[in-house]
């Protein structure tokens, strides 16, 4: 008899040890909550895999209760998600057709107009108009940012235009290379981004001759521009909206993207993403102007940046103020003899001393 009140006492302390651990473990804390518990039970039962108001609480954002560390651990199903998703697809038809609009803008133009040329007076005097430092400069910016502008095109249009093109076996390696290079290279940007800076901000002050050039710009394109400083109104656009703006709003969205494990929320990664996309393609299609003027479309234009010499009558068609301000000794450059920039410059600058032969 006593075994017997034995066992119903420790059965009855075991079943109510069980119902106290279920009533701790239960997800209902109040009335409300036990009723939609109940309904989530009952839609099971009658619609498996159909419980819609299971998903609408899951898909509503709201915190929840989970024994995991961190931020947003409590949120399964982020909302915002799909609206991210979904404006993702629109945003990059729009970038690049930009991208594709610039191209063949500059390709009409450059078949209607040709190169932007001077009139050449034969042998003169060069001025060095880019110190080798410069160039080094502008060289390292130029090939991060062209590797970057490439790799991020085929990471984000890849999939609509070079698949149907290449297939998935070699688009497959293209995007991975190109994932791997966009997020080793692109924080090269932040020592090329301020050494560039520092190097030409001297001469990208923004003054009433950079107005009057913009009104005047068809000019530019015809043979006879405004008269510009070192850097005229075009070039400063390019530095401060390409360089200063986008490239650095590149920068610090990038770096949210590429180290997640700085305990960012999933919104701010998605705006972070949203706005990467947006800079690139703009800062891409300023790029390409930027890209064919200092290359076929305007003569001498690359030899300047290659080899850091123009010569007198470059200088003087297209920056004239900074031509008389070097001519009266203002300016940092000086003119100089062919054979003496080439003797500074070593084998590298020889080209100078035959092209003004």
Same mark, same amino acid.
């Given at each position: 008899m006593k075994v017997l009140t034995s066992f119903v006492a420790a059965l009855t302390a075991v079943v109510c040890l069980a119902a106290t651990m279920a009533a701790a473990q239960s997800p209902a804390t109040s009335a409300a909550d036990a009723e939609r518990a109940k309904q989530q039970q009952q839609r099971q039962l009658t619609q498996p895999l159909n419980n819609q108001p299971l998903w609408s609480e899951v898909r509503s954002g709201a915190p929840q209760t989970t024994t995991v560390v961190g931020r947003e651990t409590n949120v399964l199903i982020q909302p915002e998600g799909q609206t991210w998703r979904a404006a993702r697809t629109p945003l990059m038809a729009i970038g690049g057709w930009l991208v594709v609009l610039a191209v063949v803008g500059l390709a009409v133009f450059y078949a209607w107009r040709g190169k932007l040329d001077y009139e050449h007076k034969g042998r003169e005097r060069?001025?060095?108009?880019?110190?080798?430092?410069?160039?080094?400069?502008?060289?390292?910016?130029?090939?991060t940012w062209v590797t970057l502008a490439i790799t991020g095109l085929i990471l984000s249009i890849g999939k609509t235009v070079l698949l149907p093109?290449?297939?998935?076996?070699?688009?497959? +390696?293209?995007?991975?290379?190109?994932?791997?290079?966009?997020?080793?290279?692109?924080?090269v940007l932040i020592v090329a981004i301020p050494f560039l800076f520092v190097r030409f901000i001297r001469d990208n002050g923004?003054?009433?001759?950079?107005?009057?050039?913009?009104?005047?710009?068809?000019?530019?394109?015809?043979?006879?521009?405004?008269?510009?400083?070192?850097?005229?109104?075009?070039?400063?656009?390019?530095?401060?909206?390409?360089?200063?703006?986008?490239?650095?709003?590149?920068?610090?969205?990038?770096?949210?993207?590429?180290?997640?494990?700085?305990?960012?929320?999933?919104?701010?990664?998605?705006?972070?993403?949203?706005?990467?996309?947006?800079?690139?393609?703009?800062?891409?299609?300023?790029?390409?102007?930027?890209?064919?003027?200092?290359?076929?479309?305007?003569?001498?234009?690359?030899?300047?940046?290659?080899?850091?010499?123009?010569?007198?009558?470059?200088?003087?068609?297209?920056?004239?103020? +900074?031509?008389?301000?070097?001519?009266?000794?203002?300016?940092?450059?000086?003119?100089?003899?062919?054979?003496?920039?080439?003797?500074?410059?070593?084998?590298?600058?020889?080209?100078?001393?035959?092209r003004t032969a």
């Open positions: 060069v001025i060095e108009r880019f110190s080798p430092m410069d160039r080094y400069a502008h060289w390292l910016l130029a090939i093109l290449v297939g998935y076996t070699l688009f497959s +390696w293209l995007a991975m290379a190109s994932k791997g290079l966009h997020n080793f290279i692109g924080p923004i003054g009433v001759d950079d107005f009057k050039w913009f009104i005047n710009i068809m000019g530019y394109f015809k043979g006879h521009e405004h008269p510009s400083g070192r850097f005229n109104a075009g070039e400063k656009v390019v530095f401060w909206i390409m360089l200063v703006v986008l490239s650095t709003t590149l920068v610090v969205t990038g770096l949210i993207l590429v180290f997640p494990n700085f305990n960012q929320t999933r919104s701010t990664m998605q705006l972070a993403n949203v706005v990467h996309m947006s800079a690139a393609y703009i800062a891409i299609a300023l790029a390409c102007v930027h890209i064919y003027l200092g290359t076929i479309g305007m003569t001498n234009a690359y030899r300047a940046m290659r080899y850091g010499y123009v010569d007198e009558s470059w200088a003087k068609h297209h920056h004239l103020r +900074w031509y008389e301000d070097v001519v009266a000794g203002r300016a940092r450059q000086k003119l100089v003899q062919p054979e003496e920039a080439a003797r500074a410059e070593g084998d590298a600058a020889a080209s100078i001393r035959q």
